[in-house]
């Protein structure tokens, strides 16, 4: 079982048309399911702290993306952390993002296809959403592009080396550590990648990585 999930997982699934409309239409499905995807989360989590601590310091004025927001969760308390910025909620998922409270700047799209500027952004964050994302080295360059020079991005992903101890979909993809610190470091003048756990006194079980990278 555990010799075919990692084969399998090491395959690169095709982003065809089909697939990229089955992915959509399993969110947009998702929406309604709060119990595995919840509209809010506790601001005490860890994965939380870290994305607001890692796309900070942030100004008055600035523009941060939450790529792959689901209902916002996330956007909401980053928001309030940095009352003078605007928090962008992108998904591919409009009834997910119907769900995100409407003072987050909400926007349907992809990650793969992002509908801004280069370096409009001065922060991004992605949590849980790249592994959705299948052309993960199209996704990255994505995050990138937008960001400023300068500009923080901050990953929260599954690891690779735990594939298997949750269900996923057939085009879920969980990430070894370098593997994704060199997609970055081929945009971003630093990358760092350190396991993440939920709560403080908890340690990592090193099922959750945190990828921080400044443009
Ligand atoms: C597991 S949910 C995580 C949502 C949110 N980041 C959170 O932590 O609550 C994954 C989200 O990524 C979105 N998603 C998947 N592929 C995407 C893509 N290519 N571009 C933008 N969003 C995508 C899905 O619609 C879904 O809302």
């Not at 595995?36 to 890692?54: C, K, M, Q, T, Y």
């Not at 900070?56 to 996330?74: E, H, M, N, S, T």
């Not at 849980?128 to 020079?149: T, Y």
């Not at 923080?152 to 690779?160: E, F, G, P, W």
Request: one cysteine or more; charged letters at 25%.
């Amino acid at each position: 079982m555990r010799f075919f999930g990692r084969f399998f997982q090491n395959r690169k699934p095709q982003l065809t048309p089909d697939l990229a409309a089955e992915i959509r239409r399993s969110f947009e499905q998702a929406a309604a399911d709060e119990e595995h995807f919840p509209s809010s989360i506790d601001p005490r989590i860890l994965h939380v702290r870290a994305v607001i601590e890692g796309v900070g310091p942030i100004g008055a004025g600035a523009r941060v993306l939450d790529a792959g927001c689901g209902k916002g969760r996330f956007a909401v308390h980053v928001a309030n952390a940095y009352p003078g910025a605007l928090v962008v909620a992108l998904d591919l998922a409009c009834a997910m993002l119907r769900c995100a409270p409407p003072h987050l700047g909400r926007v349907a799209g992809s990650m793969l296809e992002l509908p801004f500027p280069d370096s409009s952004f001065d922060a991004a964050y992605a949590t849980e959403s790249l592994e959705h994302a299948v052309d993960i080295e199209r996704a990255v360059g994505e995050l990138c592009r937008v960001l400023k020079p300068g500009g923080r991005l901050v990953i929260i992903d599954k690891n690779a080396r735990h594939w298997g101890r949750l269900e996923t979909p057939p085009w879920e993809k969980w990430f070894r550590e370098e593997e994704l610190l060199r997609l970055l470091r081929r945009h971003c003048r630093s990358a760092a990648c350190r396991p993440i756990s939920y709560w403080e006194d908890v340690a990592p079980d090193g099922l959750f990585l945190c990828w921080i990278a400044v443009k």
